[in-house]
C-alpha cells in the first residue's frame, strides 16, 4: 500500500475491566507515530460506536479494534460489511477471540504496530466467520447499534455461539457490576451450577435431523470462551468448518469435577461430551424445554451468545462462511 493509510478505529474503554482506556492511549499513540490516519468512531456505547463505525469505513482501508471480544465480534461485523481486513488490539478479559486468531499476548502498541504493518505490506489472513441467522438472533438494539426495524438479519461470530449452561451464565454474570474481569464469571459458574437444566434440542447439523437432551450446545469456530476455557480444543478458523460440541446431562457433582477440565481441553474425554465438525446447525429448543418464568405462562426464551455478547434466543441457523473475513496478523 501506498501513502499514508486510512484505519477505521474503534476503542472501549471499559474493555478489560478499564484496561481499555490505556490499550487506547497506547493505540492512539503508535498509530500518530506511524503516520497513519486515524477516523477514531469510539462511541459513547457499543451501539453508537458501531454506527460511526460504519460511516468511517467507507473510506478506509481497514478497521482496528482495541477492546475484547465483544469489540472484535463489533469489528468483524464492520469490516465483513465493507470488505475490510481487522486488526484487533487485545485488551479485554478473556481476549479468547484473539487468542485464537493467534493474536494475544501483545502489548498495544505491538499489536498496533503489527496490524500497520500488515496493512502496508498487504498482509492479510482469511479466517472463517459463523453465520447466525434466525430467531430474535438480531439481539438487542444496543448491541446490534441499529434500531429494532432496521437491525440486520445476520450476525458474525468469531469465536463461540453458546446455548445452555454457558449462555445462562453470561446472563448471571452480566446483571452483577462486581467483581470485574474474570472472577465474575467462574462466580457466576458456582451460582449456576445448582440451578442448571438441561434443555431438549432439536438440531440440524448438516441437514440431518436429530433431537437431544443437552446442559450446553457449544458452535465454535474458535477454542476457547470465557477467558481461557477450552471448550472446542481442536477449533481451527481456518478449516471450513465450526466445532459443535454438546454436553449430555450430568448431575451437579459431576459438572463440578468435570468444569475445571475445560481449560485444559481434557473435558473432550469425558463420555457426556461429544465434539464433532459441522458446516451448517440449525439449533432450537423443543417448546417447553426452556426455564419456565415464574408467573409467566409460558417458557422462557432459550438465551444465545456469541463472541460474549447476546445474540438473541433460539431457534437459530449458524452457517460457517469459510474465509468470510481477513485478518491482519
Ligand atoms: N464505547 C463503548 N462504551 C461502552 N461500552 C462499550 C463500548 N464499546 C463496546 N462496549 C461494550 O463493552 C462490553 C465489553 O466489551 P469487550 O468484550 O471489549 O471487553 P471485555 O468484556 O472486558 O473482554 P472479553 O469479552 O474478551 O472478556 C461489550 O458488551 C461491548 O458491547
Excluded at 37 to 62: E, I, K, M, Q, W
Excluded at 128 to 134: N, P, S
Excluded at 261 to 278: E, I, K
Amino acid at each position: 500500500m501506498s501513502g499514508r493509510p486510512l484505519v477505521c478505529l474503534l476503542t472501549n474503554p471499559v474493555s478489560g475491566a478499564g484496561r481499555g482506556r490505556g490499550a487506547s492511549l497506547a493505540a492512539h499513540r503508535e498509530l500518530g507515530r506511524l503516520g497513519v490516519r486515524v477516523f477514531d468512531a469510539t462511541g459513547s456505547s457499543a451501539s453508537r460506536s458501531l454506527r460511526r463505525a460504519h460511516v468511517a469505513a467507507s473510506g478506509a482501508d481497514a478497521v482496528l479494534v482495541v477492546g475484547g471480544d465483544g469489540m472484535a465480534h463489533l469489528g468483524a461485523e464492520v469490516a465483513a460489511a465493507h470488505d475490510l481486513p481487522l486488526g484487533v488490539v487485545p485488551a479485554g478479559t478473556g481476549d479468547d477471540v484473539a487468542r485464537g486468531l493467534g493474536l494475544a499476548g501483545r502489548d498495544p502498541a505491538t499489536a498496533t504496530r503489527r496490524a500497520v504493518a500488515a496493512l502496508q505490506e498487504g498482509r492479510s489472513r482469511a479466517v472463517d466467520v459463523l453465520a447466525v441467522e434466525g430467531g430474535d438472533a438480531v439481539g438487542s438494539p444496543e448491541a446490534s447499534g441499529s434500531p429494532p426495524e432496521a437491525a440486520p438479519r445476520e450476525r458474525l461470530v468469531l469465536g463461540v455461539v453458546s446455548a445452555g449452561f454457558d449462555a445462562a451464565v453470561n446472563e448471571r454474570a452480566n446483571g452483577w457490576s462486581w467483581p470485574r474481569g474474570r472472577a465474575r464469571y467462574v462466580l457466576a459458574v458456582a451460582r449456576e451450577l445448582p440451578a442448571r437444566r438441561a434443555l431438549r434440542y432439536r438440531l440440524v447439523v448438516d441437514g440431518v435431523p436429530e433431537e437431544r437432551d443437552a446442559l450446553l450446545v457449544a458452535l465454535a469456530n474458535t477454542s476457547s470462551f470465557g477467558g481461557g476455557m477450552r471448550i472446542a480444543p481442536d477449533a481451527d478458523a481456518a478449516d471450513g468448518r465450526l466445532e459443535l460440541v454438546t454436553v449430555d446431562p450430568l448431575p451437579a457433582h459431576e459438572v463440578a469435577r468435570v468444569f475445571p477440565q475445560v481449560f485444559s481441553g481434557r473435558h473432550v474425554d469425558h463420555p457426556a461430551v461429544t465434539v464433532r465438525r459441522a458446516r451448517s446447525v440449525e439449533l432450537a429448543v423443543e417448546p417447553g424445554g426452556g426455564r419456565r418464568r415464574a408467573g409467566a405462562a409460558g417458557p422462557a426464551p432459550a438465551p444465545v451468545y456469541g463472541d460474549g455478547e447476546r445474540l438473541g434466543a433460539l431457534p437459530m441457523t449458524v452457517r460457517v462462511r469459510p474465509g468470510g473475513l481477513r485478518v491482519l496478523a
